[in-house]
């Protein structure tokens, strides 16, 4: 489980608690996944993160918002 794999699959077997990383303010960021639920929409999450200001802020994610690692960044062309 080292790749980037976002989702349900991950956010329902994933020990509690545990070390993930979470697409938080359009950037993915490190925390740890508290807790889960699955509602009728689907998995979802209760995590904990720091934000920008490196205050700690708990709250419920989609599973798609839910990674064990970030995404590979994209790679840049030399011009």
Excluded at 36 to 59: A, I, K, M, P
Excluded at 61 to 69: H, M, S, V
Aim: aromatic share 6%; glycine share 10%; hydrophobic share 35%.
């Amino acid at each position: 489980m080292s790749e980037f794999e976002p989702g349900a699959d991950l956010v329902s077997r994933l020990p509690l608690p545990g070390h993930v990383v979470v697409l938080a303010d359009g950037q993915w960021r490190r925390g740890w996944l508290i807790g889960r639920e699955h509602e009728e929409s689907g998995w979802t999450g209760l995590v904990q993160y720091e934000d920008d200001e490196g205050l700690e802020r708990t709250e419920r994610l989609a599973a798609d918002r839910i990674a064990l690692t970030a995404p590979p960044a994209p790679n840049k062309q030399a011009s």
